[in-house]
């Protein structure tokens, strides 16, 4: 179970998840800081540690439209957050499976802040509204390659593993 730590609507450019001025930061451990960085509310709790790690943000439809910046991926990752949204972007997603965050395609997916969320293999289901909506699964692929921790650490296993039987 999680809690919904932020609801956003439709079209969340990766401009508002991680503004353009911060371009020049662009290494994962520095990111984080600057996520959300024009929304001062959230922004600051982020920061302050007040939205625990395995929190959610529940979005609307096309989630991290905008710009190929990985860094709104790298940003959302740092602090270990889980991404259910009704669509994402066709980069964005790339970007986070290469990244490893989680993200759930939830379409009609409906909630509040605060809410408590139990994110099934086949469904979100809201425990605070008893309100149940099917996730749409990722290819097996994509989502091994999420679980892994992102590419680099999924294709690092697969040469392990390789390594080990030859």
Do not use: H, W
Request: net charge neutral; proline share 5%; hydrophobic share 45%.
């Amino acid at each position: 179970m999680a809690t919904v730590a932020f609801v956003a609507g439709d079209d969340v450019s990766t401009d508002v998840i991680y503004p353009g001025r911060y371009m020049a930061t662009v290494l994962p451990a520095e990111t984080p800081q600057f996520a959300f960085a024009d929304n001062a509310e959230l922004n600051a709790r982020l920061k302050a540690g007040q939205i625990p790690p395995g929190s959610l943000i529940v979005a609307g439809k096309n989630f991290g439209c905008g710009s190929s910046r990985e860094q709104a991926v790298s940003t959302l990752k740092g602090y270990d957050l889980t991404i259910v949204a009704e669509s994402f972007a066709r980069i964005f997603m790339q970007n986070a499976i290469n990244l490893g965050l989680q993200v759930v395609v939830a379409p009609g997916v409906q909630a509040s802040a605060g809410d408590e969320i139990d994110v099934l293999p086949d469904r979100v289901m809201n425990r605070s509204t008893g309100n149940a909506t099917p996730t749409v699964r990722l290819p097996e692929a994509r989502q091994a390659i999420i679980d892994a921790g992102g590419l680099i650490a999924y294709t690092r296993t697969l040469l392990l593993q390789r390594r080990g039987r030859g």
